[in-house]
Structures are given as structure tokens and as C-alpha cells.
T-cell receptor, first 112, second 116 residues
């Protein structure tokens, strides 16, 4: 099925560094979501974005809904070891409750 | 809040047998649940959308007679993998649409299925 273009595929950073990842789509989305998945677990919702240009923070995480409605980014500031995991972007073209389209994920490794 | 559980968390079965996986929303009612499968180091692939009281909607390429979905109540959806084969081994994850949280999807912890 359709997938979003998420980059980078993986990142290896030092504890304390900032991280940025992004997703792009060929079609316009009404919603952008960012999830984190730990090994052997289901994804956990981090941030939800509903308006073009919206900038939302959740602790050290900040995400933005691109003004073209075709992209979104997620920033993590001052990374810590527990930030390790796979981050997925997800988008939705239609109204709330319909199926999500997922990116391929960004695997984050943090060394202390 | 917004807790979704799955049972079992892992299961090993023999080829040819059937396996049932349960997905429950513990603190909200979910009229819609979704079933995904995920292969190692890959993204989530939507298998089907499960609506309470009606037939599930399957994605293209997903065999509805092999992956039986039942959503009999507002808090429970089940996925039965019938006549399982080794290629069905995967990580199966459900999500539930939470009307108390903007209708966003909250995911269960997943079920690791291994078919020998």
C-alpha cells in the first residue's frame, strides 16, 4: 500500500545531541502523527498534528505540520538513552478514525 | 488512559492449526479497531479495519478467509489466523480508535506469532 517517505532511515547520535527526522507525502494529509515503538512493543503516540503550520511540543519532542500539508518533522532535543527506538510518522488523508498511512520508520540509537 | 491490551503476547503453534488473538480497549469503547502485521525492521502494514457489529474491511491482498476478524463488542476484536503456515509468522498489532482522544489510534503491545 501507499507509504510515506520518512528519513533518515537510521541515526546514531551521542547523548545530549538534538535529533531531527521528517516525512513527506505526494498527497495532502489532514493529520500527521508521530509514534515511537520500542522492541517487541506496539507503537506509542507521541504527538498529533491537525492544522497546517501547527507546531506542537511534548516535553523534549517538537513536531510540525508542514504548511503544504505534505510533510512533517519531529525534533528531539537533548537526547537521552531511553530515546532509543523506532520512530514512525503516520498520516491520514480523510477524516478522523480512518486508516493511517505509515512511514518506514527511523531507528534511533543513542550512545552515552 | 487509552490502554489497549492484546492476548497472548506471544504464541507458538504448529503448521495447520488456528490461532486466535484478542485485542481489548480497557478504558474506552472502540467502534473501530485496526489490525496490522509487522515484519522485522519494517513498518506496520494494515491488514483490515474492524467495525463493531459489522464485517471487517480487508486491505488488498489480505485473505479474509485466512485472517478472520470478529468485533463482537465495543471493547473486543479478535483476529484468528486459520490453518497457519510458517510464512504467517509475524508480529501482529491491533489499534483502537479512541473517541475520547480525538479519534486517534492507540496501539496494543502486539502479539508475536511463530508457526513451526
Amino acid at each position: 500500500g501507499q507509504q510515506l517517505n520518512q528519513s533518515p532511515q537510521s541515526m546514531f547520535i551521542q547523548e545530549g545531541e538534538d535529533v531531527s527526522m521528517n516525512c513527506t507525502s505526494s498527497s495532502i494529509f489532514n493529520t500527521w502523527l508521530w509514534y515511537k515503538q520500542d522492541p517487541g512493543e506496539g507503537p506509542v503516540l507521541l504527538i498529533a498534528l491537525y492544522k497546517a503550520g501547527e507546531l506542537t511540543s511534548n516535553g523534549r519532542l517538537t513536531a510540525q505540520f508542514g504548511i503544504t500539508r505534505k510533510d512533517s518533522f519531529l525534533n528531539i532535543s537533548a537526547s537521552i538513552p531511553s530515546d532509543v527506538g523506532i520512530y514512525f510518522c503516520a498520516g491520514r488523508e480523510d477524516q478522523a478514525g480512518t486508516a493511517l498511512i505509515f512511514g518506514k520508520g527511523t531507528t534511533l540509537s543513542v550512545s552515552s | 488512559g487509552a490502554v489497549v491490551s492484546q492476548h497472548p503476547s506471544w504464541v507458538i503453534c504448529k503448521s495447520g492449526t488456528s490461532v486466535k488473538i484478542e485485542c481489548r480497549s480497557l478504558d474506552f469503547q472502540a467502534t473501530t479497531m485496526f489490525w496490522y502485521r509487522q515484519f522485522p525492521k519494517q513498518s506496520l502494514m494494515l491488514m483490515a479495519t474492524s467495525n463493531e457489529g459489522s464485517k471487517a474491511t480487508y486491505e488488498q491482498g489480505v485473505e479474509k478467509d485466512k485472517f478472520l476478524i470478529n468485533h463482537a463488542s465495543l471493547t473486543l476484536s479478535t483476529l484468528t489466523v486459520t490453518s497457519a503456515h510458517p510464512e504467517d509468522s509475524s508480529f501482529y498489532i491491533c489499534s483502537a480508535r479512541n473517541p475520547l482522544a480525538g479519534d486517534e489510534q492507540y496501539f496494543g503491545p502486539g502479539t508475536r506469532l511463530t508457526v513451526t
